[in-house]
């Protein structure tokens, strides 16, 4: 079963503007998410996380909000950047298990 | 400073054919996984480690061994490879899991023919 759900498989947006992934997760049990990014032929980097006790993380252009009673994260960019292309995986976990459990991912491409 | 460093990068097998991925990390962390990805899918978890000479199963172990017996190293081994092994693997590493950010190799992209 898929635990954690990221429904767009593909997201192109205009540099400048904001970009907003979106994620759902089905156990109630999770109380950390995180987001990876991941460029071809590398391994996934840690980008910015948050705790189930809040709903709002913000590091530089990254801004991640979590809705606990939808079950659902989303992560903005703004401004976007080319650079910022990539792959971003959704990933959560709880304290009484040692797995994380991640996303199918959403590829970003970010236009000049 | 290396980090989680896996080898091979690439490699083909044939069909029952056995090998062994390598993974090794210097950041002297307890947590090692290995996840493997398919197309158009999430990383699945197939083995992890909550330290030396402990290892559990993830999501899809079967088919797979690993073995724990450095902090640093935590090799993957396939007995007899299938073509559904096909996949990108990634081994990752973590001070811990619950609040902890996993810190990933460049994987290892495996071909079973």
């Known amino acids: 079963d898929q635990q954690v759900k990221q429904n767009s498989p593909s997201l192109s947006v205009q540099e400048g503007r904001i970009s907003i992934l979106n994620c759902d997760y089905t156990?109630?049990?999770?109380?950390?998410f995180l987001w990876y990014k991941k460029y071809p032929a590398e391994g996934p980097t840690f980008l910015i996380s948050?705790?189930?006790?809040?709903d709002k993380n913000e590091d530089g252009r990254f801004t991640v909000f979590l809705n606990k009673s939808a079950k659902h994260l989303s992560l903005h960019i703004v401004p976007s950047q080319p650079g910022d292309s990539a792959v971003y995986f959704c990933?959560?976990?709880?304290?009484?298990?040692?797995?994380?459990?991640f996303g199918a991912g959403t590829r970003l491409t970010v236009k000049p | 400073n290396a980090g989680v460093t896996q080898t091979p990068k690439f490699r083909i097998l044939k069909i029952g054919q056995s090998m062994t991925l390598q993974c090794t990390q210097d950041?002297?962390?307890?947590?090692m996984y290995w996840y493997r990805q398919d197309p158009g899918m999430g990383l699945k978890l197939i083995y992890y480690?909550?330290?030396?000479?402990?290892?559990d199963k993830g999501e899809v172990p079967n088919g797979y061994n690993v073995s724990r017996s450095t902090t640093e190293d935590f090799p993957l081994r396939l007995e007899l490879a299938a073509p559904s092994q096909t996949s990108v693997y990634f081994c990752?590493?973590?001070?811990?899991?619950?609040?902890?950010?996993?810190?990933f190799g460049e994987g290892s992209r495996l071909t079973v023919l």
């Open positions: 990752a590493s973590s001070y811990g899991v619950s609040t902890g950010e996993l810190f």
């Open positions: 156990n109630s049990m999770f109380d950390y």
């Open positions: 948050i705790s189930s006790i809040k």
């Open positions: 990933a959560a976990s709880g304290v009484d298990n040692n797995d994380m459990r």
């Open positions: 950041m002297n962390h307890n947590y």
């Open positions: 480690s909550v330290g030396a000479g402990i290892t």
